[in-house]
């Protein structure tokens, strides 16, 4: 069995193309081609058309393999043509550095900043920097970045000095502009309901979102995938506001206006720890241990052997 390196950060790029497999596969394999950089999930949404790419490596490799997915990306996608669901600036549109194992998360902001200036003195792309890594206040937030999408910020970056980039050029051309950051690990978390009607998620996703006045640690956006009402989320914090309650703010919500949900999604990965909370809670398992997990206890056990 090879041993787990002892640093480690999870990057989770996300890429405006959700339709055509042959761009998403050259993508990916641009991350694979890096040594020491692993993937882990790949996911791909039509009606967002977007895709999520989750992937871990050491931390040098890891920079590497992202500012080769962004010139990829860069090569294959044009924003002028691009369609979607989901708001986006950017043929590459995020790029997160997350701490996961023996990385801080003052050296993941170190290589977000570094791979923002290489992306963009080398590949001629507006650069922001969000979350941890922002150089101002208005930035930490992606949606503030995000505003208007890349048709707004065509303009708004050439006359706007608050939409000046942290790096690259004051112009977007077709691969638009990249956000790239370092934060702690989210929840990319969908909610379906019952309807077409996407006022309904609107309104339900303005009364979940920390920012208009819901729960803290709570993204979230309304939208219509596949004919059906979406309320698409991001938990940032699933330690201090759990999926089970997000859950249960839309189910009540949601009965406001005679719905109700029909199902859940995950995109990407997600903690065994966050899972386990939700079961928890819903089983009303008060005295409930994680040890008694059958892979957590085998897990001390075999290490214990070691």
């Given at each position: 069995?090879?041993?787990?390196?002892?640093?480690?950060?999870?990057?989770?790029?996300?890429?405006?193309?959700?339709?055509?497999?042959?761009?998403?596969?050259?993508?990916?394999?641009?991350?694979?081609?890096?040594?020491?950089?692993?993937?882990?999930?790949?996911?791909?949404?039509?009606?967002?058309?977007?895709?999520?790419?989750?992937?871990?490596?050491?931390?040098?490799?890891?920079?590497?393999?992202?500012?080769?997915?962004?010139?990829?990306?860069?090569?294959?996608?044009?924003?002028?043509?691009?369609?979607?669901?989901?708001?986006?600036?950017?043929?590459?549109?995020?790029?997160?550095?997350?701490?996961?194992?023996?990385?801080?998360?003052?050296?993941?902001?170190?290589?977000?900043?570094?791979?923002?200036?290489?992306?963009?003195?080398?590949?001629?792309?507006?650069?922001?920097?969000?979350?941890?890594?922002?150089?101002?206040?208005?930035?930490?937030?992606?949606?503030?970045?995000?505003?208007?999408?890349?048709?707004?910020?065509?303009?708004?970056?050439?006359?706007?000095?608050?939409?000046?980039?942290?790096?690259?050029?004051?112009?977007?051309?077709?691969?638009?502009?990249?956000?790239?950051?370092?934060?702690?690990?989210?929840?990319?978390?969908?909610?379906?309901?019952?309807?077409?009607?996407?006022?309904?998620?609107?309104?339900?996703?303005?009364?979940?979102?920390?920012?208009?006045?819901?729960?803290?640690?709570?993204k979230a956006l309304g939208m219509l995938v596949g004919g059906q009402a979406q309320v698409s989320m991001n938990l940032t914090n699933f330690k201090k506001t759990p999926i089970f309650r997000v859950v249960e703010l839309i189910r009540r919500e949601a009965a406001r206006y005679g719905c109700t949900i029909t199902h859940t999604e995950l995109v990407g990965l997600t903690p065994l720890k966050a899972?386990?909370?939700?079961?928890?809670?819903?089983?009303?398992?008060?005295?409930?241990?994680?040890?008694?997990?059958?892979?957590?206890?085998?897990?001390?056990?075999?290490?214990?052997?070691?």
């Amino acid at each position: 069995m090879s041993r787990i390196p002892d640093r480690l950060v999870e990057c989770v790029p996300n890429f405006s193309e959700g339709r055509r497999q042959e761009v998403i596969d050259q993508i990916v394999e641009a991350i694979r081609s890096v040594p020491q950089v692993w993937i882990l999930d790949v996911e791909s949404d039509w009606d967002h058309n977007r895709s999520v790419v989750t992937c871990v490596g050491e931390p040098e490799a890891a920079l590497e393999a992202m500012y080769r997915a962004i010139a990829k990306a860069a090569e294959l996608i044009n924003l002028e043509e691009h369609r979607g669901e989901h708001p986006r600036i950017g043929a590459t549109d995020v790029v997160p550095f997350v701490p996961l194992r023996g990385v801080t998360m003052e050296e993941a902001v170190e290589l977000a900043r570094r791979l923002g200036q290489r992306v963009g003195e080398e590949l001629g792309i507006p650069v922001y920097l969000y979350e941890a890594a922002a150089t101002r206040p208005d930035r930490e937030n992606l949606a503030n970045i995000r505003r208007g999408e890349y048709e707004g910020l065509k303009e708004a970056i050439k006359t706007d000095p608050d939409r000046e980039p942290d790096f690259g050029p004051r112009e977007l051309g077709p691969a638009g502009a990249t956000v790239i950051g370092a934060r702690e690990f989210l929840i990319a978390f969908n909610v379906y309901l019952n309807t077409d009607d996407v006022k309904i998620a609107k309104r339900i996703a303005r009364a979940v979102r920390h920012s208009s006045g819901g729960l803290r640690y709570v993204k979230a956006l309304g939208m219509l995938v596949g004919g059906q009402a979406q309320v698409s989320m991001n938990l940032t914090n699933f330690k201090k506001t759990p999926i089970f309650r997000v859950v249960e703010l839309i189910r009540r919500e949601a009965a406001r206006y005679g719905c109700t949900i029909t199902h859940t999604e995950l995109v990407g990965l997600t903690p065994l720890k966050a899972m386990l909370d939700v079961a928890q809670w819903y089983l009303q398992l008060d005295g409930f241990n994680e040890s008694q997990v059958l892979e957590r206890r085998l897990e001390e056990v075999l290490q214990n052997e070691e």
